[in-house]
Nanobody, 114 residues
Framework: QVQLVESGGGLVQPGGSLRLSCLAS????????WGWYRQAPGKQRDLVAL???????NYADSLKGRFTISRDNTKNTIYLQMNNLTPEDTAVYYC????????WGQGTQVTVSS
């Protein structure tokens, strides 16, 4: 069973930055399209960033220019660099394939607050 392990979250002040990581225990990591999803309290879980197997990326409109998704196929890891964070970015962040093919990991909490 594939495991997804997210890390890198924490408490940060508005305007700050964080870098999230997701390690996937699959031998065919490089074949998948991967996404970062987030779920704020009381809201549904939404896709916020996508990186396809070839490396192209796409973002939710509200995040363009602030978030950058990347992948390292040699490490079975995807990353999310988040800059200029706002309180509206507070959520639990998850990674998964897109479309979603795997069970969810535990996520990593990001809290943006002064």
């Amino acid at each position: 069973q594939v495991q997804l392990v997210e890390s890198g979250g924490g408490l940060v002040q508005p305007g700050g930055s964080l870098r999230l990581s997701c390690l996937a225990s699959t031998s065919i990591f490089s074949f998948y399209n991967w996404g970062w999803y987030r779920q704020a309290p009381g809201k549904q879980r939404d896709l916020v960033a996508l990186i396809v197997s070839g490396g192209s990326t796409n973002y939710a409109d509200s995040l363009k220019g602030r978030f950058t998704i990347s992948r390292d196929n040699t490490k079975n890891t995807i990353y999310l660099q988040m800059n200029n964070l706002t309180p509206e970015d507070t959520a639990v962040y998850y990674c998964n394939t897109n479309p979603r093919l795997m069970g969810w990991g535990q996520g990593t909490q990001v809290t943006v607050s002064s």
